[in-house]
């Protein structure tokens, strides 16, 4: 018990403004660092950007009155990314207590990344952000960010405190995959737990863990090994320079609602995104894509009033098919993107057609 | 049986032709199969001449299995039904392809050896080479497929889909998933789309990549997995649709060429555990093994790769966990073992064995571990 007694005092005496899981002794930083990469860190916050007193604490961090891990503290934290490139900062957190992210937020953090991506000196962007809606932030990234430069987003399961954190090997490894030359062209990626991800593709499927991050249906590409950076594939779905929307700076979208399927669910959730001006509605369908008697209703008076329906699958791999019965009730299938990635699609689709064949190209092609 | 159909490689004309002229296929009629004579009531397609000329090469197996009672999912002899009766048993077929065969073996996947496999890359070479050919179906027993398939992945020297099959059932069970495993294989053979992404194994509407895809259970239809990396797309009824494009040298890049070959270098695998000792590697050397593959370590085989090394015997070092990378670490190559990156064993041996064709060189080795 002596042990467990010292470690728990010794993480009550530690000031809260210093990380306490890492343990000392960096190599030697390098002292010229002109043959390096160039790799702009920008954080958006998140958990690897939170702390608590307590390394304990791995679920009930940050909140009021403790202040956040600033792109300062990492570099701090972390001399070792020295040695790996050339590191610039970026801070794109909210100020304290402000009321949260908003797609705002998405839209400002796009247009600084398409402005760092342009900047010739650059050669690969770290973008940190919290976990839970990070797939869809950087999908969203994946389509109108206009580079072949490597952009890796990141994050942590634990706070930057908590006991064994994952985000110091994670901010390490999104750093070398963004320096390495063999990350270009690959679309925007993900890496956590050493694992390569493709944003289109990659889901978070487990709350805490810190392998939760999947490449749902297809897999990861590559991996952050600790002897090297190795891609084994890449995506064959439009992205970042091939994208429509490359470039884009959208200050507003059409807003695109989602609506859940169950037994007997109501129609009228639908007829209430649209009555609060819902340009599309994106049905997360049981099974392979279905609608309740209720909901298909609605879906056709919807339609009827110029709305776009795009069926997606709750089940969470797999594709929702083209099938006649699809095609007849005018549905945008989502192939196999999950709800919240077919809604930004959806709504970057909204800004060129509203005719729902024509939307199922974007469908078809990202 | 084997050698008898070993000697005579058939291949067939006229595919319009095949259910009802081909005098096995008459002899295996006593089956009794109520599905076949339904399915041979749907009249085959015959409107269109331009279809893309697809070959089946068959080998055996479970998709090829024959049982007395429907039931019996094990006890059934694997490749025991001709290939033209398991087209026969898809007309639905002959709409996406003009479809021919050629039948290799007809052995379960155990049976499959350096002959067969010599034999089938030969074949599906030459087929391939034909300017009017569109694919090729290799239809195999799913234990040793994935051999097959890396080994076919390295010696293929075409753009062309080539698609291997099987089935976790016998031809003769309830719920059998061959048919629809062997007419989504022939969809993707005749696909454009799915021409330069090496070759592929198809069961379940997964379409794996042959390097990277492992049979990962004993006996669910589900088994063909691809650790980490996942399939590359899907024969879904809507589309073939893939979403992974290959990094890894494969088919038209490969450098490994078999044609003038009749015999591969002997390459056996070491099971590491623990206590394991060196007198299995050092058996495989006498036995005339020209390569190891070392799966995971044994205490024993520090002494017996320092023995092998210096009578010029090449070691390969994988992992038997399942997934994952063997680092590139200083200390392998001062032992001169190469190390496999996220090869299999079995897979990992394949690759040996061409290697050593070409070179008995550790360096250059591993650069070929390393590319494909």
Redesign the interface.
């Not at chain 1, 604490?57 to 009021?64: A, C, F, H, R, S």
């Not at chain 2, 020297?157 to 069970?173: L, N």
């Not at chain 2, 002494?303 to 092998?308: L, N, R, S, T």
């Given at each position: 018990m002596k042990p467990s007694l010292a470690v728990i005092a010794l993480a009550l005496l530690s000031p809260v403004l210093l990380a306490q899981e890492i343990p000392g002794a960096p190599p030697p930083a390098v002292q010229d660092q002109s043959h390096l990469p160039h790799v702009v860190i920008v954080s958006m916050g998140g958990t690897i950007a939170s702390r608590a007193a307590d390394r304990m604490n791995l679920t009930n961090y940050g909140g009021k009155g403790v202040p956040g891990v600033s792109p300062a503290d990492w570099l701090h934290d972390l001399p070792e990314l020295n040695n790996l490139a050339h590191i610039t900062t970026v801070d794109l957190r909210n100020p304290p207590n402000s009321s949260g992210e908003s797609f705002d937020d998405t839209f400002k953090a796009a247009r600084e990344l398409n402005k760092i991506a342009a900047d010739p000196a650059v050669d690969g962007i770290v973008v940190t952000h919290g976990t839970s809606t990070m797939a869809e932030v950087a999908f969203y990234m994946n389509l109108v960010v206009k580079t072949d430069k490597p952009i890796v987003f990141v994050g942590s399961q634990r706070p930057w405190t908590g006991i064994s954190g994952d985000g110091p090997l994670n901010l390490y490894d999104a750093v070398r995959v963004a320096a390495s030359p063999l990350a270009r062209d690959k679309g925007v990626l993900h890496c956590m737990n050493q694992y390569i991800n493709t944003a289109r593709d990659v889901t978070k499927t487990i709350g805490y863990r810190v392998q939760t991050f999947k490449g749902v249906d297809v897999g990861a590409i590559g991996f952050a090994d600790p002897d090297k950076v190795v891609f084994y594939r890449e995506p064959m779905r439009r992205h970042t320079t091939s994208s429509e929307f490359a470039g884009a700076n959208f200050q507003s979208l059409p807003p695109v609602e989602i609506v859940y399927s169950y037994i007997g669910a109501p129609g009228y959730l639908i007829d209430a995104a649209v009555a609060h001006g819902a340009k599309g509605v994106v049905v997360d369908g049981t099974g392979p894509g279905h609608l309740s008697p209720s909901q298909t209703q609605a879906v056709k008076r919807v339609q009827e009033k110029g709305v776009v329906v795009v069926l997606t699958g709750r089940v969470g791999s797999g594709r929702v098919q083209q099938t006649p019965r699809n095609t007849e009730a005018k549905l945008v299938t989502g192939d196999n993107l999950p709800p919240e990635k077919a809604r930004i699609l959806l709504q970057l689709a909204l800004t060129r057609t509203h005719d729902w064949q024509k939307v199922q190209r974007y469908f078809d092609e990202y | 049986m084997v050698s008898w159909c070993l000697r005579r490689v058939r291949e067939s004309r006229d595919s319009a032709d095949l259910a009802v002229s081909h005098p096995r296929f008459k002899k295996n009629r006593t089956l009794g199969m109520a599905p076949l004579l339904l399915a041979s009531c749907i009249p085959l397609y015959t409107g269109a001449q331009a279809l893309p000329k697809v070959r089946l090469f068959a080998t055996g197996g479970t998709i090829s299995g024959f049982a007395a009672n429907r039931d019996m999912q094990y006890g059934y002899k694997a490749g025991s039904i001709p290939p033209a009766k398991l087209l026969a048993d898809i007309p639905e077929a002959q709409k996406v392809a003009d479809i021919s065969w050629e039948e290799i073996a007809e052995v379960g996947s155990p049976g499959v050896n350096t002959q067969i496999l010599l034999k089938l890359a030969k074949a599906v070479n030459a087929w391939l080479a034909q300017p009017d050919s569109a694919g090729a179906v290799v239809s195999h027993g799913t234990a040793t497929m994935e051999e097959t398939a890396y080994f076919l992945n390295l010696v293929i020297h075409s753009k062309k889909p080539v698609v291997i099959v099987g089935a976790m059932r016998p031809f003769t069970s309830i719920s059998r998933d061959g048919p629809f495993n062997l007419y989504n294989a022939i969809r993707v053979a005749a696909d454009p789309e799915a021409a330069g992404n090496g070759v592929m194994i198809l069961l379940n509407e997964e379409i794996q990549a042959a390097r990277?895809v492992t049979k990962t259970n004993t006996e669910r239809v589900n088994t063909f997995e691809?650790r980490?990396?996942?399939?590359?797309g899907?024969a879904?009824?809507?589309?073939i649709?893939?979403?992974?494009?290959?990094?890894?040298k494969h088919t038209y890049q490969s450098e490994f060429n078999v044609d003038d070959l009749t015999d591969l270098p002997k390459v056996d695998i070491a099971y590491g555990y623990q206590e394991g000792g060196r007198a299995a590697v050092d058996a495989m050397i006498a036995d005339g093994a020209k390569g190891i593959v070392l799966d995971d370590t044994s205490p024993g085989f520090a002494a017996a790769v320092k023995a092998g090394r210096e009578k010029g015997i090449v070691f390969v070092q994988s992992d038997r966990k399942g997934s994952?990378?063997v680092?590139?670490?200083a200390n392998s190559g001062e032992r001169g073992v190469v190390t496999a990156?996220?090869l299999n064993a079995q897979k990992a041996r394949m690759l040996l064995r061409l290697a050593l064709t070409k070179t008995n060189d550790v360096k250059e080795i591993q650069r070929m571990f390393l590319e494909y």
């Amino acid at each position: 018990m002596k042990p467990s007694l010292a470690v728990i005092a010794l993480a009550l005496l530690s000031p809260v403004l210093l990380a306490q899981e890492i343990p000392g002794a960096p190599p030697p930083a390098v002292q010229d660092q002109s043959h390096l990469p160039h790799v702009v860190i920008v954080s958006m916050g998140g958990t690897i950007a939170s702390r608590a007193a307590d390394r304990m604490n791995l679920t009930n961090y940050g909140g009021k009155g403790v202040p956040g891990v600033s792109p300062a503290d990492w570099l701090h934290d972390l001399p070792e990314l020295n040695n790996l490139a050339h590191i610039t900062t970026v801070d794109l957190r909210n100020p304290p207590n402000s009321s949260g992210e908003s797609f705002d937020d998405t839209f400002k953090a796009a247009r600084e990344l398409n402005k760092i991506a342009a900047d010739p000196a650059v050669d690969g962007i770290v973008v940190t952000h919290g976990t839970s809606t990070m797939a869809e932030v950087a999908f969203y990234m994946n389509l109108v960010v206009k580079t072949d430069k490597p952009i890796v987003f990141v994050g942590s399961q634990r706070p930057w405190t908590g006991i064994s954190g994952d985000g110091p090997l994670n901010l390490y490894d999104a750093v070398r995959v963004a320096a390495s030359p063999l990350a270009r062209d690959k679309g925007v990626l993900h890496c956590m737990n050493q694992y390569i991800n493709t944003a289109r593709d990659v889901t978070k499927t487990i709350g805490y863990r810190v392998q939760t991050f999947k490449g749902v249906d297809v897999g990861a590409i590559g991996f952050a090994d600790p002897d090297k950076v190795v891609f084994y594939r890449e995506p064959m779905r439009r992205h970042t320079t091939s994208s429509e929307f490359a470039g884009a700076n959208f200050q507003s979208l059409p807003p695109v609602e989602i609506v859940y399927s169950y037994i007997g669910a109501p129609g009228y959730l639908i007829d209430a995104a649209v009555a609060h001006g819902a340009k599309g509605v994106v049905v997360d369908g049981t099974g392979p894509g279905h609608l309740s008697p209720s909901q298909t209703q609605a879906v056709k008076r919807v339609q009827e009033k110029g709305v776009v329906v795009v069926l997606t699958g709750r089940v969470g791999s797999g594709r929702v098919q083209q099938t006649p019965r699809n095609t007849e009730a005018k549905l945008v299938t989502g192939d196999n993107l999950p709800p919240e990635k077919a809604r930004i699609l959806l709504q970057l689709a909204l800004t060129r057609t509203h005719d729902w064949q024509k939307v199922q190209r974007y469908f078809d092609e990202y | 049986m084997v050698s008898w159909c070993l000697r005579r490689v058939r291949e067939s004309r006229d595919s319009a032709d095949l259910a009802v002229s081909h005098p096995r296929f008459k002899k295996n009629r006593t089956l009794g199969m109520a599905p076949l004579l339904l399915a041979s009531c749907i009249p085959l397609y015959t409107g269109a001449q331009a279809l893309p000329k697809v070959r089946l090469f068959a080998t055996g197996g479970t998709i090829s299995g024959f049982a007395a009672n429907r039931d019996m999912q094990y006890g059934y002899k694997a490749g025991s039904i001709p290939p033209a009766k398991l087209l026969a048993d898809i007309p639905e077929a002959q709409k996406v392809a003009d479809i021919s065969w050629e039948e290799i073996a007809e052995v379960g996947s155990p049976g499959v050896n350096t002959q067969i496999l010599l034999k089938l890359a030969k074949a599906v070479n030459a087929w391939l080479a034909q300017p009017d050919s569109a694919g090729a179906v290799v239809s195999h027993g799913t234990a040793t497929m994935e051999e097959t398939a890396y080994f076919l992945n390295l010696v293929i020297h075409s753009k062309k889909p080539v698609v291997i099959v099987g089935a976790m059932r016998p031809f003769t069970s309830i719920s059998r998933d061959g048919p629809f495993n062997l007419y989504n294989a022939i969809r993707v053979a005749a696909d454009p789309e799915a021409a330069g992404n090496g070759v592929m194994i198809l069961l379940n509407e997964e379409i794996q990549a042959a390097r990277d895809v492992t049979k990962t259970n004993t006996e669910r239809v589900n088994t063909f997995e691809t650790r980490d990396l996942g399939p590359i797309g899907f024969a879904d009824e809507d589309r073939i649709v893939f979403y992974r494009r290959l990094l890894y040298k494969h088919t038209y890049q490969s450098e490994f060429n078999v044609d003038d070959l009749t015999d591969l270098p002997k390459v056996d695998i070491a099971y590491g555990y623990q206590e394991g000792g060196r007198a299995a590697v050092d058996a495989m050397i006498a036995d005339g093994a020209k390569g190891i593959v070392l799966d995971d370590t044994s205490p024993g085989f520090a002494a017996a790769v320092k023995a092998g090394r210096e009578k010029g015997i090449v070691f390969v070092q994988s992992d038997r966990k399942g997934s994952g990378r063997v680092l590139e670490s200083a200390n392998s190559g001062e032992r001169g073992v190469v190390t496999a990156d996220n090869l299999n064993a079995q897979k990992a041996r394949m690759l040996l064995r061409l290697a050593l064709t070409k070179t008995n060189d550790v360096k250059e080795i591993q650069r070929m571990f390393l590319e494909y």
